[in-house]
Structure formats: structure tokens, C-alpha cells
């Protein structure tokens, strides 16, 4: 019989089935578990029950929330005229550490993707129309990700948007800052002689 | 206002206190966390407090166990002349991966360290010799760490326990099975000479 004790082995197995979390490493976290205080152990378990129940896609912009509109949504103080289209929740909380963009968002949770049969369908896009319908929305910022599947997802919305009148913008591609044009590949490099700006 | 989902927060914060997980990791598994079912979430909430509550100190041999006693010291088969004694209840998992000792064990807790001022009493040591006192014991094992708080403790122990009559050995140095003597330290190459056996 092999040696195992029940209750340490399940909690292991919980660790190992996050992600990038292999056996010796859920180990290490099960047994740091074991050490602290029971009050931790609670306190983990109450926050991961919570974060699961109470966060769910805000009303509005399918962004994450807990409450019914998002925090961004609610905030009086934000520009409505402009709404930013992101592929993820975790692209809003990248746009808001620049601390630079004031206007809305809208998740889409995906992208058009024919290979893993994600069509407009199974995308937020319903619920971004639904929003310019009724409101005074000037702008749309296509902000999926610069690969294929955000592209394909950027022209598809932009040919729905633009018959409202409404203005379609897309990020800008060029080097990244701080990084090192040897290491550019010929794409981007492309793309930044393509939009270059006088100085 | 800073763009803030409390529940997300506290989880990520949660992740953040285990060991090696930084702030980056601890979003990935906040989210991992949030993108699987609520019953997942439930499960591994159950499976923390499950063993923070569960798990304790078997009565004898002072290793984890959710029983009275552990599954070794309960267990008939094993030699009961015989205990081996480590510094860390892991160190038992250790051992049994070997599937080679069929002795008891006797978990420390820790070693003798002045400096981070754990003594003898701070130890498993009373537990220890009252095991010996009323037990068939033949033969303790030094298992505890090669170093100099390890040792330490070993021979610490070794002086306590020789007056009772019994056998006390100390695992021994070498090169490790596999490793390339290239890189092996001074010391331990020194101490594989020294315990060099007939072939």
C-alpha cells in the first residue's frame, strides 16, 4: 500500500490542476497550506468561492464586474462617446495601467476563429450593436489582439459598424516601445514605415 | 479611482501569499480560477479547508496523518525495531518513494539551530525518547539533513539515545547516484573516500 494521506493528496491534485503548476510545485503550495494558520486556509477558500459567484460579465460591456454595471460603465466621469473593443477582460485592465484611455469598453470574450468553430455568433457582438443602437457612440477602437483572428474579427465589425455612421478606428502596429529594432520582426517593422509620422 | 474588482483583488492576493507565486502568476490563477465551472471553484475550497482541518501530527511518530496515528505506524507489516529520524514530514514522503526502508520513522520538526534559536525542547525529542523507553527499538537512523544544523542534531540525539543500549547509525555521504564527479564539492568527495566500500 502506497504511503498517502487523503486530504493532502486532494488538495495537491487541486493545485496541480491550475495552470503551470506542476506536481513538485502543488506540492510545495499544499504543504505551505499546512503550515499557516487554519484561518488562511478559510480565508483562501472563502475568497476563491467568492470571486467565482460574485463576478460575473457586466450588463453593459460583457467586462468582468460584481456588481451589474462595471466600475468603468458606472463612472459618470468617463467619455461615452467612445468605446474600445477588446478580445478579453484582462485587455481592459491593461488599457486602464496606462491610465491614458477615458472612454468606454466592450469584451467580445474571443475572436473569430473558423478553426476552432468560433463564429460572430458565439462573440459579444449582439450586445455591442445593442449598445450603438441607443446611444450617442462617436467612436469605436478596434483593440482585438494583432494576430489573424483579432484582424479577422476588426474587419468584420467594422463593415457592421460603419453603415451606422459611426467612425471605426484601429490600434496603431509599429515597434514596441523600449524594444530593439534588430530583434523587430520584418511584419511590424513594415507596418511602422507604413505609419510613420512626421516629427 | 483605480480600476478594481474587490473579489478579483482578494483572490489574487490570496495566490500572492503562497510561495514563488508573484503578482503576474497569481491574475493567471485568479482567472484560471474564473474561467472554470463554480463547482470547481467549491471543490478546491473544500479540499483547503479540508486539509488544514484534517491533517495533524500522528500521536507516535509526529509525521502528517489524518488519523490517530499514521498510516506507518499503524500499518503491522512494517519492522518495528527500527526508526529512522528525519527532520520535515516531507522528508518521510521522501524515504517512501524509495520503497527500500520498511522501518518507523520519527519526524523532528526542525533542527537544532542557535542562531535561529531552536534548542532541543523546540523538537520532537521528548517524543522521541518516550518511544524508545517503552518499545523493542534496536536501531535509530540519523536522518536528518547534511548540514551543520543537521549534524548537530544527529549527534545530539546519538548521545541521548547510546546510554539505552541502542544501535545509532547516520545515512551515509557520497557522490549522488547519477551526478558527474566533475561537479561534485570537496567535501562530499572527501567523505566517499573515506566510506569507500569492497567491490
Redesign the interface.
Known amino acids: ?8 493528496t ?2 495537491v ?2 493545485f496541480e ?5 506542476g506536481k513538485k ?1 502543488a ?8 503550515e ?1 494558520p ?1 484561518e ?16 460575473h460579465f457586466c450588463k453593459s460591456c460583457q467586462a ?3 456588481g451589474e454595471l ?3 460603465c458606472s ?1 459618470e466621469a468617463r467619455d461615452r462617446s467612445i468605446i474600445c473593443v477588446v478580445e478579453d ?2 485587455d ?2 491593461a488599457f ?1 495601467r496606462t491610465r491614458e484611455y477615458k472612454g468606454l469598453y466592450h469584451v467580445l470574450h474571443g475572436a473569430i476563429s473558423p478553426l476552432d468553430n468560433i463564429g460572430p455568433d458565439q462573440l459579444r457582438i449582439k450586445e455591442l450593436m445593442a449598445r450603438l443602437s441607443d446611444s450617442a457612440v462617436e467612436e469605436i477602437i478596434m483593440a482585438t489582439n494583432p494576430t489573424v483572428e483579432g484582424e479577422a474579427t476588426a474587419s468584420y465589425i467594422s463593415r457592421l459598424v460603419k453603415p451606422l455612421g459611426i467612425k471605426v478606428t484601429r490600434l496603431a502596429y509599429g515597434v514596441p516601445v523600449g524594444g530593439d529594432l534588430e530583434y523587430a520582426d520584418e511584419f511590424t517593422l513594415a507596418r511602422a514605415i507604413e505609419g510613420r509620422n512626421e516629427i
Open positions: 500500500m502506497a504511503y498517502n494521506i487523503v486530504p493532502l486532494e488538495l491534485s487541486q490542476r491550475l495552470p503551470g503548476i510545485t506540492f510545495r503550495l499544499a504543504f505551505s497550506i499546512l499557516q487554519p488562511r486556509a478559510q480565508k483562501f477558500a472563502e475568497a476563491l468561492i467568492n470571486a467565482r459567484e460574485k463576478i468582468l464586474t460584481d462595471c466600475q468603468i463612472d477582460p484582462k481592459v485592465m486602464e
